[in-house]
Every structure is written in C-alpha cells, then in structure tokens.
T-cell receptor, first 117, second 117 residues
Framework: AQKITQTQPGMFVQEKEAVTLDCTYD???????LFWYKQPSSGEMIFLIY??????QNATEGRYSLNFQKARKSANLVISASQLGDSAMYFC??????????????FGGGTRVLVKP | GAVVSQHPSRVICKSGTSVKIECRSL??????MFWYRQFPKKSLMLMAT?????????EQGVEKDKFLINHASLTLSTLTVTSAHPEDSSFYIC?????????????FGPGTRLTVL
C-alpha cells in the first residue's frame, strides 16, 4: 500500500490565486513528520514546510501553510498568492518514527503545478 | 539552510564503464546520507541509506554490487554505478541529515544527471 498519496498529477492555477495540493499518508506510528518539497525544472529539491505529528498548530512558512488533519491522515499544502516562480513539481513526504522504516523519507508521486499569468 | 553538494552535475559515459558520484555536506556533519533515483516526471525512489563508517542499507530491488555506496566520513558519501548500461540513465539525488528523530530536516544535493550511451 502507498504510504504517501498525492492524487493530483497536475494543476493549473491563476497567478495571485491560492492553490491547495492534496496529500494523504498511511502510518501506524504515533511519531512521524510530514514534509513538502518543491522541485523546479532544474531538479533541486527545495524544502518548504514541516509538520510534526504532535504539533497542535498547523505549520506556516510565508506563503506556504500546511492543513494538517491528523484524524483524516491528510497534510495538504496551501500556497497563497501564487507567483509564476511557483511553477514546479511538489512532493509530499513522510518520515516515520525512529523505530520504524529506517528513519527515511518516503515520497508521494508528486503534483505538477503550472501558474498562469 | 545547510548545503549539500554533488559532483558531477552531469555525466555522459559509455556503456560498460563505471561512474562515481560524490555527495558532500558542506557545513554540517551528516550522520546519515541517502541516495535517491528519479526517472523523468516520476517521484524520488530511495536506493540506499548509509551511515558513516558502516555498510549501506539497500532498498529492496536495488543491486548492491551495481550501486556501490561508500560513506567514508561525516561529510562525504559516494555512489559508484558499476558497469553502467543505458537503463541506468537517470537523475541521482543525494540527501544528508544529522541527528535522529522525525523532525530533523533532510538537505538535498542538486542532483546528478547520468546518461549512459
């Protein structure tokens, strides 16, 4: 079974509008971390935002916010006020607790975002 | 954030030759380094996890003798693709982190694009 699922392979968004990228995860661990990365066409992986499983508040970093719904096991990324430079591939990832999964990041399939002027 | 470098950024080689890719953490000590492989328009697939001074742990389906990983110091890990074939052509990305636990960020290198002719 997929541990990280991103159901949107691609999305268009109008410049200056907000966009929500879906991510659901599957784990039996109580302690885990959820990450979002941006990968532009250059290939580099850019860290955007992190949410710990015990964090009570949703994480925010500038224009990025994470809508964490623990009971639903979802960690959607919201990008506000989209800019042309936001066009990229976005990956959701999870690291499970120290005892499980070798402490490694597992990535979802990614969502390609194209911002239209 | 911390910086991870990879060298070379691009390499083209003939079938049957071996290629070495270096991954360095420039401003922190990386207790763990990860090697990923990414096919075009696909997600990152973890190949192996290496801890300094010990043998790498390979993911299922990854040939240990084909992809040799050496993590000789806390700042350097190398991936050697032995007897490369065209199907080994891919984008290889390394990642490094220090410490344990779900919250520690992983820093990614810029990637190496390997083309085997």
């Amino acid at each position: 079974a997929q541990k990280i699922t991103q159901t949107q392979p691609g999305m268009f968004v109008q410049e200056k509008e907000a966009v929500t990228l879906d991510c659901t995860y599957d784990t039996s661990d109580q302690s885990y971390g959820l990450f979002w990365y941006k990968q532009p066409s250059s290939g580099e992986m850019i860290f955007l935002i992190y949410q710990g499983s015990y964090d009570e508040q949703n994480a925010t970093e500038g224009r990025y916010s994470l809508n964490f719904q623990k009971a639903r096991k979802s960690a959607n990324l919201v990008i506000s006020a989209s800019q042309l430079g936001d066009s990229a591939m976005y990956f959701c990832a999870m690291r499970e607790g120290v005892k499980a999964a070798g402490n490694k990041l597992t990535f979802g399939g990614g969502t390609r975002v194209l911002v239209k002027p | 954030g911390a910086v991870v470098s990879q060298h070379p950024s691009r390499v083209i080689c003939k079938s049957g030759t071996s290629v070495k890719i270096e991954c360095r953490s420039l401003d922190f000590q990386a207790t763990t380094m990860f090697w990923y492989r990414q096919f075009p328009k696909k997600s990152l697939m973890l190949m192996a996890t290496s801890n300094e001074g010990s043998k790498a742990t390979y993911e299922q389906g990854v040939e240990k003798d084909k992809f040799l990983i050496n993590h000789a110091s806390l700042t350097l890990s190398t991936l050697t693709v032995t007897s490369a074939h065209p199907e080994d052509s891919s984008f290889y990305i390394c990642s490094a982190r220090s410490g344990q636990g779900a919250s520690n960020e992983q820093f990614f290198g810029p990637g190496t694009r390997l083309t085997v002719l």
